[in-house]
Each structure stands twice: as C-alpha cells, then as structure tokens.
T-cell receptor, first 115, second 112 residues
Framework: ELKVEQNPLFLSMQEGKNYTIYCNYS?????LYWYRQDPGKSLESLFV?????AVKQEGRLMASLDTKARLSTLHITAAVHDLSATYFC???????????????FGQGTILTVHP | DGGITQSPKYLFRKEGQNVTLSCEQN?????MYWYRQDPGQGLRLIYY???????QKGDIAEGYSVSREKKESFPLTVTSAQKNPTAFYLC???????????FGQGTRLTVV
C-alpha cells in the first residue's frame, strides 16, 4: 500500500522567511503533484513533477523531486501572507505498469504566514 | 468554457437517506474520480472510472455507489450504509495519457 507523508503538518511563518515542506512516499511512482487548497475551496494545481531531478518554480514556490530517495520538497522563498493555505502532495503509484491515474494524497501542510 | 461542474455546492442529508452528488465534465476526459476529504486530512479515493460503463472501487468505497452511463457524467450516491458521510466531496477527471487531473469545486455534505 502506497503511503504519502508530509511534514510538517502545521507551519507558521513570518513574512519574508524561507521554509521547506517535505513529502515522502513509500513505493515507486509515475509522477508527483503539488496542490494548494484555500479554506472551503477545491484544489489548485501548482506543479507536476515527472522525472528524477525535476525542478519547477512559480513565483515564490519551487518544487523538486528525488525519485531515488522517494522525496519531494516544496520550498517557499520570502513568504507573503497570500501564500497562507493548505498544501498537498499527491503521488500516482506504479502498480504492474497500470496506475489508472489514481492519486494518493499526503495529509496536507497548513501554512500560515504572519506579518 | 471547459471544466468540471459539481452540484450542489452544499447538501444536507437526514439519517437513513440516500443522496446523489452530481459531477459533469465537458473536457471529453476518459477517466473520472471521486475523492472524500475530512477536516484536516488529505483526500481519499472512493471510486474511479476509466471508461463508460466501467468503474472500480477505491480505498473507501463502502457505503457509496456510482454509475458511468455517459462519458461526461459520474454521479456518486451516498447510501444510508455510509455511517459517517459528513465530508467534502471532490470529483476529478483526466484524459488517458495526460499527467494532469482537473478537480471540480466540491460538494459539502452534512448529515442533520
């Protein structure tokens, strides 16, 4: 059974500071996603990481993937209040070559950015 | 505009009732999925469908049923057998071979 674990689960940051959210997964995977969720809202896709060593950046967020370590990171640079949200990583497992695109999610990291 | 539409946005169910959540997509996607989200938790897969007239159980299918009679529609019925149905339900779709999955806006179901 694929397990996806994020840490930390709660993150309180000051504006202007940097921090990293970690996502570990337990088995081989086709691809890894990062999503953002605002309270009461649906998921917003941030990044899709498809290969070992993949790095993607959008604004103050940068995501990377190490498939050998089964680890992805979401790095936040110079945080601003607008980044306050819950961030999820999700993994598509590789099972006999057929994953059907099923996503297994981490627990989510609740990020709060303070002035 | 192409997208996924879930309705209703809010739904209240009495004990012992069955309710059906709607999910419609006009993206011509082959695959559709239903996820459940409980407060402070990640999403868990209920059911998924790769093609019309075929669907598979996910990790928490007990107490739920689905149908896939049309490519664009994948309704979820929460039956009275689901003992704790209060949650946020999200529908998603994806085209076969694509990496990206698209999510609807969700339905918040509350048992009263």
């Amino acid at each position: 059974e694929l397990k996806v674990e994020q840490n930390p689960l709660f993150l309180s940051m000051q504006e202007g500071k940097n921090y990293t959210i970690y996502c570990n997964y337990s088995t081989t995977s086709d691809r890894l996603y990062w999503y953002r969720q605002d309270p009461g809202k649906s998921l917003e896709s941030l990044f899709v990481l498809l290969s070992n060593g993949a790095v993607k950046q959008e604004g103050r967020l940068m995501a990377s993937l190490d498939t050998k370590a089964r680890l992805s990171t979401l790095h936040i640079t110079a945080a601003v209040h607008d980044l306050s949200a819950t961030y999820f990583c999700a993994v598509v497992p590789t099972a006999g070559g057929t994953s059907y695109g099923k996503l297994t999610f981490g627990q989510g990291t609740i990020l709060t950015v303070h002035p | 505009d192409g997208g996924i539409t879930q309705s209703p946005k809010y739904l209240f169910r009495k004990e012992g009732q069955n309710v059906t959540l709607s999910c419609e997509q006009n993206l011509n996607h082959d695959a559709m999925y239903w996820y459940r989200q409980d407060p402070g938790q990640g999403l868990r897969l209920i059911y998924y469908s790769q093609i019309v007239n075929d669907f598979q159980k996910g990790d928490i299918a007990e107490g739920y049923s689905v149908s896939r009679e049309k490519k664009e529609s994948f309704p979820l019925t929460v039956t009275s057998a689901q003992k704790n149905p209060t949650a946020f339900y999200l529908c998603a779709s994806r085209n076969r071979g694509d990496t990206e999955a698209f999510f609807g806006q969700g339905t918040r179901l509350t048992v009263v």
